[in-house]
């Protein structure tokens, strides 16, 4: 399968979240594989998957019936059983298709379950570079937001002059330089930590947890500049805005992120 995803000749999707499940999946996964000979039967129900409506393989995460832990399992498009259906009415990321997948009776071969996940911390060593990933995004929203609040204040006039000439203005567009290059740093640490092979899930909780609270501001401030014309898809800042309150939540919301860092400080864990 590599070769042809590597070259994207094919399309995986990752599905783990379920309709009643996302901040507590670890514990609550509803969807269940069951062993019956030389196959496994899969049930149950994923939401908000990317790519999953036309994805050729579907890395889908059940709890194994006989030993209660969770596992991954590659789905082939076109599985008896298998249904996707696309997400409707999207104000953000509208650029991936997400979809709710159904799993009736999903009858795979033995040898689709994923080699090497035997518990939820095997999908966790996944999740770890995604919300890396996802750091990585909060970055670039907050410079895409500098990027079109700057140039809209300095073409824009009000009072005869642009708008950019206004101490206000530029305190606005001052904070938003902070965040962004205080993410950027952030970020960069990050990578030397990967490189270094000391990355831990703590310090990816750390990112997404305080790169997006940063973006979440930044594009904010982004948005007043704009000011009306900022709700408007005529003008880039509404897109940016709405996408970063996708990115704010997805890979771990904030408020999980944050609990995952107070228990690495604190050495309590304060999740119920």
């Known amino acids: 399968m590599l070769p042809d995803l590597l070259s994207l000749k094919k399309v995986g999707a990752f599905a783990l ?13 509803e969807t269940t594989a ?27 995460w059940a709890r194994d019936t006989a030993d209660d832990q969770i596992k991954g399992f590659i789905v082939e498009k076109g599985t008896e059983g298998f249904r996707t259906e696309a997400i409707s009415n999207k104000t953000a990321v509208r650029i991936i298709q997400n979809a709710n997948i159904t ?33 990585w995004q909060a970055v670039g929203q907050q410079f895409a937001a500098f990027d079109v609040a700057r140039a809209y204040a300095l073409q824009r006039k009000q009072f005869g002059k642009p708008i950019a ?15 962004a290059t205080m993410s950027l740093s952030l970020m960069i640490q990050l990578a030397r930590l990967t490189e270094s092979g000391l990355l831990t899930m703590d310090h990816a ?6 790169c997006t609270e940063r973006m979440r ?6 948005r007043s500049i704009v000011g009306g014309n900022g709700i408007s898809t005529d003008f880039e ?35 119920a």
Request: net charge positive; no cysteine.
């Open 17 to 29: 979240t379920e309709p009643l499940h996302g901040s507590d999946i670890s514990r609550q996964m």
């Open 237 to 271: 800042m509404a897109k940016i805005f709405a996408d970063a309150e996708a990115i704010y939540s997805y890979e771990g919301s904030y408020e999980i992120n944050a609990l995952l860092v107070g228990r690495a400080l604190t050495g309590i864990s304060a999740f």
């Open 103 to 135: 799993l009736n009776n999903v009858r795979i071969p033995f040898t689709n379950w994923l080699p090497g996940t035997r518990t939820f911390r095997d999908a966790n060593s996944l999740l770890l570079h995604s919300r890396v990933w996802v750091s």
């Open 205 to 210: 909780a750390l990112a997404k947890a305080s």
């Open 34 to 60: 069951t062993r019956s000979g030389d196959e496994w039967i899969l049930n149950g129900h994923k939401r908000w998957i990317g790519n999953g409506t036309f994805a050729d393989y579907v890395l889908v």
């Open 217 to 222: 501001k930044t594009v904010a401030l982004g």
């Open 165 to 179: 000439s206004f101490q206000l203005i530029q305190d606005q567009l001052a904070r938003m330089i902070g965040n």
